[in-house]
């Protein structure tokens, strides 16, 4: 049975990025996040898009999760600020104990419509998130096929 789990933004620092290198999609991102880090030595209450989960002192689960505003909005009706959730990734070992929930119930919460662009083999993960497929729209989705998840009183824009 697990415990409570608790979401904490993650600080942009040698020790959290030096975690990230155990996931699976670590990328620009967070080169540049660290490149960032030694030119500048960042303050350790640097913002940074990227949300957690640890287990003891581990990092266990990850997300970013950037706040797009309405006048970039493409999907949604109305038209409004919305969060895209990308690298949500939970290490191997800590697979289905409910971290992954954590983290998409956690994005929830702003009560904002949501974007994701799921990885290979996660659809039913993000089916029973509430997640559905966007309509497919060549010229804006540009080869990805994003899911969304609507929060009362949002709708899919129709392409």
Do not use: C
């Amino acid at each position: 049975m697990m415990t409570k789990t608790s979401v904490q933004p993650l600080l942009v620092n040698y020790k959290t990025l030096e975690e990230f290198k155990r996931f699976k999609e670590y990328g620009n991102q967070e080169l540049t996040m660290l490149e960032d880090l030694e030119s500048n030595i960042v303050e350790n209450d640097s913002e940074s898009p990227f949300f957690g989960v640890y287990f003891g002192n581990a990092l266990v689960a990850r997300m970013s999760l950037y706040r797009v505003q309405a006048k970039y909005d493409n999907y949604f009706l109305p038209p409004q600020d919305y969060l895209e959730l990308w690298k949500l990734e939970v290490l191997p070992d800590h697979r289905n104990q409910g971290y992954g929930k954590a983290l998409v119930d956690f994005a929830k919460s702003f009560n904002l419509p949501i974007k994701t662009n799921p990885r290979i083999k996660s659809h039913s993960f993000w089916e029973k998130m509430s997640f559905q497929k966007a309509h497919y729209d060549v010229g804006r989705d540009l080869g990805e096929n994003p899911l969304i998840w609507l929060p009362s009183g949002v709708e899919e824009r129709e392409v």
